[in-house]
């Protein structure tokens, strides 16, 4: 699973192109994240994150992605709904809370970012999910350094989440980010410390606590795409596109 297959160690120059890529990136997000009130589709937000990564000569990696073809630029995932939810004609409405995720591609290189938000006044329940799971991303990326091991990362998430009375998933994973939207390692979001792979300065990695309320188990519904809790219980992502380097870890997908 944490194998050495398929990591690509970037240059400097690439890691440039991919905090390029992450920006935009980061721009799109924060168009979607403005129109999140009542009434907004999830399709409204799909066609404001296009917006900006046309404006930027850039497109999204998840269009035409896998099989079948999935059919948006972000995912769009409401509630229950943890991951790969498609955009669409669906309204949020207060109380909501909906997982955004994006990918921008800019010369080659793709940045990949999501994160989470309540539509209005949301459940204290969301709000701890919502909180507990941002923070889980924060304290996975504080560990990405290099001499760590990608087991010291999983296993630091998977103790901040259940420690706060919540749920991994076991079934998706963080993984490598570069030219393709999927290299090495993967980094799942549970696991042992000192095990996995050890990182090096140049590896791009993108961190996503994907967090469940009532389990950690999952099931895909028919349309073969979007990944729900099991016990439809509310479900969270975040995400960032990181680089090892030398010293502190770079966040590549801010503005
Ligand atoms: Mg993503
Ligand atoms: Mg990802």
Not at 53 to 82: M, Q, T, W
Not at 100 to 107: I, L, R
Not at 199 to 213: D, F, H, K, Q, S
């Amino acid at each position: 699973m944490t194998s050495e297959r398929d990591i690509h160690i970037k240059t400097p120059a690439e890691i440039a192109l991919m905090r390029e890529a992450g920006r935009v990136n980061a721009l799109a997000l924060a168009a979607v994240k403005e129109l999140l009130h009542p009434g907004v589709t999830t399709a409204d937000l799909n066609a404001a994150a296009e917006e900006v990564l046309r404006k930027h000569d850039a497109y999204s990696p998840f269009y035409h992605y896998g099989r079948p073809p999935f059919p948006g630029s972000i995912c769009a995932s409401v509630n229950e709904e943890l991951v790969h939810g498609i955009p669409g004609e669906r309204k949020l409405k207060e109380g909501d809370i909906i997982s955004v995720d994006c990918g921008a591609v800019v010369e080659g290189y793709i940045g990949d970012a999501a994160f989470t938000a309540g539509i209005g006044e949301i459940s204290p329940t969301a709000r701890k999910l919502l909180d507990v799971t941002e923070q889980a991303l924060h304290v996975g990326i504080a560990l990405m350094r290099a001499g760590n091991k990608t087991g010291d990362i999983s296993a630091a998430i998977q103790q901040f989440v259940e420690g706060s009375g919540l749920h991994v998933v076991r079934e998706y994973t963080g993984h490598g980010v570069g030219r393709k939207m999927h290299e090495g390692p993967q980094v799942p979001n549970y696991g042992a410390p000192g095990t996995g792979v050890p990182l090096r300065p140049g590896m791009t990695i993108a961190l996503e606590p994907m967090v469940l309320v009532g389990t950690h188990r999952t099931r895909v519904l028919p349309n073969q795409w979007t990944v729900v809790s099991a016990d439809r219980s509310l479900t969270a992502h975040f995400e960032h596109s990181v680089a090892v380097t030398e010293g502190e870890p770079l966040i590549l997908t801010v503005p």
